[in-house]
């Protein structure tokens, strides 16, 4: 084996080092090696599990939170209470149309009338029926997403949620071993301090 700095040991040919020598029994493993071996498994493995557990409860929650929405928001006809401004400019294409916020007003749960503002096509005249989305309270909400849009908002959620809980454990074990690392090193300047002399009277002599 070629030594190439503390704790770095190559194989014959200057091969990489076997992964798992950490654990295998060599009288020149010293105690630090162990304990950073340790640090490191355990940050993996809290990685890994903090990841999944994290990333699979927060898509759920967001999954079960869209189906909610889309089993409690409904729609309801509401009128126009005013005219929609006229398009800006002549559309690029028939196919698209301006759409510009305009105060509606709809029948709330308990028939009360509800006012607020929605986004219609420009140009709208007065008293113009629409179909706005209403909460169980009858206030007003966004279309509720469909399955597949849930299905992929639940798994950008629960990925970004995984991806953050991991990197938790995985920079605290990487500081860990940084600072085994630098007390490695001290030691061996020492450990070299106290040598080198007696390795320089047997060259002398």
Known sequence: ???R?????LGRGGRPPVLLWRWRRNPLKRR??????WVLLGAWTFAVCAGVLAGWAAASSMERGLARERAEWHTVEGTLTESAPPPAAEPESPARTEHLWTRVTWPGPDGTPRTGQVRVAAGSPAGTHV??????????????TTPAQARLRSTLVGTLAGATSAAIPFVTGRL???RLERRRVEQWGVEWARFDPLWGRRQTG
Request: hydrophobic share 45%; proline share 6%.
């Open 131 to 144: 179909d706005v989305w209403t909460d169980a309270r009858g206030r007003l909400v966004t279309e509720p």
């Open 1 to 3: 084996m070629a030594f």
């Open 5 to 9: 700095g503390p704790g770095m040991w």
């Open 176 to 178: 860990l071993r940084g």
């Open 32 to 37: 630090s090696d162990v304990v950073e071996a």
